[in-house]
Every structure is written in structure tokens, then in C-alpha cells.
């Protein structure tokens, strides 16, 4: 029972890159979620989805762009990587909206 | 405005030891979230509560609404305890958006 799994764990970008992070969860759950954690703040949303077919951003959308076809996936675009992207990303879903989250380990992110 | 307060930012213990972390907040909520950041990175659910009182295993979390004040609580604590722990409230007027607190950065020494 894998949970969630993201790929890539690490990655090194240079300015105005793009690159696309995956999110795969494999107990069927509605909601998945895409965080950005940076040193000394809390978590922040970046977007969710409430399920297949549907997106919606969060509290820091701008830069980055999502896509859920897929029920057990949600992938994370990042279309021009800027270094302000520098951070370690979460994923995370759950069966009911913001109770009992499952997260992936994270992928760290440096953008040069 | 960070509307959730956790203290102590860094806590470092004896093992053995009764732990108290604390997390108040300035928003009306509905639940409250407790979670568990390991050394490497990875983040675990540990309670979700409304009134009153938790307990799983050594931890308890107790949350007073009027206050707007929960607490995290670990008994005989151990190394491995060791973690960032963090609080979370749900956004007023939001379904799915989470209001997070910095964390706790516990260390417990053998």
C-alpha cells in the first residue's frame, strides 16, 4: 500500500525551466492537495482539486498550474521556474475535505 | 497576519519527559488539526478535534474553543518523538483551505 507517492524527490532547475511534479495516491480519495513549504512558515496551498476534472487554486496559485484526468493523480506545473519557487513540496489527499490527510515525502526543489 | 500561534518555536527535552506544545488561533473554527513532521521531511495526521479531549498512545490533544487554545501533549516522551509539530485550522468560509502554524520543533534527548 504505497499512500502517496511523489516524483521527483530532488530536482535542480535553472531559471525559466519548466517541469511538472506527480502526485499519485492509490485509495481512491476525492481531495488531493498541493503545499509549498518554506523554512520558518507554515504550509501554503498552492491548489486543490475536489476531484477528477476539477482544480481550484489556493492561497498562492500564481507560477504554477494543476491538472487532475486522472482520479489518483494530481500534477503540479511549473511553467517558468523562477528561484522564489525554491522550496519543498507537498502532496496530500483525503476522503472527506480537510480531515485525515495522507502526504507524500515531499520534493525538494532549488531553483538557480 | 499569521493567524495561527504556535509556542514554543523549539522545545528540547530530557527523555522521559511530559511535553506541552501550544497552538492559538484567531479565527472562528469548526475543527482543529494536529500533525507530525519526521526529520525527513514526511507529514502525518495525528488528530483532528473539535471539543475536548484526544488521546492516541502517548499523545493528547485537548482544544478549548471558547479560548481559542489547543495543546498538544506527550508522555514519557522518547527520541523518537523527535519531530516538527504542527497546528492547522480550517480558512473561514472554506471547505478545503487550511490556516497553518510555523511549528514546534521538538528534540528529545536519550
Known amino acids: 500500500n504505497a499512500g502517496v507517492t511523489q516524483t521527483p524527490k530532488f530536482r535542480v532547475l535553472k531559471t525559466g525551466q519548466s517541469m511538472t511534479l506527480l502526485c499519485a495516491q492509490d485509495?481512491?480519495?476525492?481531495?488531493m492537495y498541493w503545499y509549498r513549504q518554506d523554512p520558518g512558515m507554515g504550509l501554503r496551498l498552492i491548489h486543490y482539486?475536489?476531484?477528477?476534472?476539477?482544480?481550484a487554486k489556493g492561497e498562492v496559485p500564481d507560477g504554477y498550474n494543476v491538472s487532475r484526468l486522472k482520479k489518483q493523480n494530481f500534477l503540479l506545473g511549473l511553467e517558468s521556474a523562477a528561484p522564489s519557487q525554491t522550496s519543498v513540496y507537498f502532496c496530500?489527499?483525503?476522503?472527506?475535505?480537510?480531515?485525515?490527510?495522507?502526504f507524500g515525502q515531499g520534493t525538494r526543489l532549488t531553483v538557480v | 497576519k499569521n493567524e495561527v500561534e504556535q509556542s514554543p518555536q523549539n522545545l528540547t527535552a530530557q527523555e522521559g519527559e511530559f511535553i506541552t506544545i501550544n497552538c492559538s488561533y484567531s479565527?472562528?473554527?469548526?475543527?482543529l488539526h494536529w500533525l507530525q513532521q519526521h526529520p525527513g521531511g514526511g507529514i502525518v495526521s495525528l488528530f483532528m478535534?473539535?471539543?475536548?479531549?484526544k488521546k492516541h498512545g502517548r499523545l493528547i490533544a485537548t482544544i478549548n474553543i471558547q479560548e481559542k487554545h489547543s495543546s498538544l501533549h506527550i508522555t514519557a516522551s522518547h527520541p523518537r518523538d523527535s519531530a516538527v509539530y504542527i497546528c492547522?485550522?480550517?480558512?473561514?468560509?472554506?471547505?478545503?483551505?487550511?490556516?497553518w502554524g510555523a511549528g514546534t520543533k521538538l528534540i528529545i534527548k536519550p
Open positions: 479565527v472562528g473554527i469548526s475543527a
Open positions: 496530500a489527499s483525503s476522503n472527506r475535505a480537510l480531515q485525515g490527510a495522507f
Open positions: 482539486s475536489v476531484g477528477e476534472g476539477t482544480t
Open positions: 478535534l473539535s471539543s475536548g479531549k
Open positions: 492547522a485550522v480550517p480558512l473561514p468560509d472554506s471547505n478545503y483551505q487550511l490556516i
Open positions: 485509495m481512491n480519495h476525492e481531495y
